[in-house]
């Protein structure tokens, strides 16, 4: 019999390209951190604050407090004053399979504004945002052969890739968080999470987000950031967020059997079942992982965890329950 248990589940993405890979439990969490900005390109200069100086020292101030973390595993787009291309950016992250890609940059503006926003891909042609997007890809324009590179890119219209469609829950969480964390911890004034089309966010394949720490047209925060406990506060809070949601969607604390796929049985625990296509790292799972998805004709099921010993699917089971899954069952498959 066939349990629908996501009903009051609001998915905003039923977008989907195939099952995402599962990760091994041994996997660390990795973190792409993207330093804005580089070598000829300075990003935005105001009372002799530079932006890709501020940017690189805090990403290298949350890198050295994640290296301090067992199973995190940090690395940067750019780790001196180079300047890398926009669209190259993302598919460094791609390639090492990160979990998430976080681009940290500096806002400007004529007025006296201050304050962090954080932001995740989005399609917002007529809005004010996209004043800020359009600041941040300004510098295609200067890279050499940018013609071909953003062939697909329209900073006026862009889409949102279907990836990052399938991701955007997952991006909106970080994003909060983060968010939450500068304001809160770094004590800066609350821009608010929002979407813009960001190049840079356009080519990843995992949860994205994009920081605007703070003005540096702004005298006060622009010496707060320019300043090393100002970079030091801002890199706590981003790091902080960035570990709590770790903890909360890459918990992993049982450690599988290895599976024993030539054996006759082995169990899985059922989650739920729907005729909703969801993909491994939706929040729906709270961090569960492996997922995996069974279709039978319309119905998709989904399971956690698969073990041939009965006592690891007990366990299995009770960290489902935990997660809030309290009608999961151990189901046994041959
Ligand atoms: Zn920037």
Redesign the pocket.
Known sequence: MIRLLLRGLVIASLLYLGFPSIYAQSDPFKVVLDP??GGKDP??VHNGYY??TI?LAISKKVEAILNKEKDVDVSLTRDRDVAVDLYARGPIANKKSADVFV?I???AHDSNAHGAGTFVLGLHRADKNLEVAK??NA?IYREEGYTENYAKFNSDAIGVSVIQEENLNQSIQLAYKVQNGLVKRAGRRDRQVKQAGFVVLYGTIMPSILI?VGFLSNANEGAFLNSNAGQQKVAEAIAAALIDYKNEFFMNSIAFDQPTFDSTTYYRIQLAASDRRLSENDPFFKGLKPIYRDEVSAVMRYFYGRTSSFQTAQELLKQAQNKGFKDAFIAEMN
Do not use: L, P
Request: charged share 40%.
């Open positions: 804005g900005h990003g935005n932006e890709k940017t681009s940059h500096c806002d600041r941040e510098v605007e």
